[in-house]
């Protein structure tokens, strides 16, 4: 059984929408899968994205089911982070505010 720091990069099977491969990259980096959901988007517009998509799912394996982004130490992202990162993928706030509410949110942890 894999420990905390042997965190694996696999396919999720709690946030997934097509295969898990968006889900299971953004519980390895610790980011919203939607903005790597959006990447993959616009990738696959201009071209290389929906090969991509298709090559990580072959390659990823399959995560294990009910092993959602709290596994990781460095997944677990708080709601007011979550918020903030919303609201910068939608143009409200800028990088440097986002910036600050990230510093201020891992000083108060």
């Given at each position: 059984m894999l420990g905390m720091d042997d965190h694996r990069l696999t396919r999720s099977e709690t946030d997934k929408r097509i295969a898990g491969v968006c889900g299971g990259l953004?519980?390895?980096?610790?980011?919203d899968p939607i903005l790597i959901r959006v990447a993959f988007v616009?990738?696959?517009?201009?071209?290389?994205?929906?090969?991509?998509?298709?090559?990580?799912?072959?390659?990823?394996?399959?995560?294990q089911p009910g092993v959602g982004p709290a596994a990781h130490p460095r997944a677990r992202v708080s709601p007011a982070l979550h918020i903030a990162e919303e609201r910068f993928a939608r143009g409200e706030i800028s990088a440097e505010e986002l910036a600050q509410i990230?510093?201020?949110?891992?000083?108060s942890a």
């Open positions: 953004g519980e390895y980096f610790g980011i616009l990738l696959a517009l201009m071209g290389p994205g929906l090969i991509a998509y298709i090559v990580l799912w072959i390659v990823m394996p399959k995560g990230r510093t201020d949110l891992t000083r």
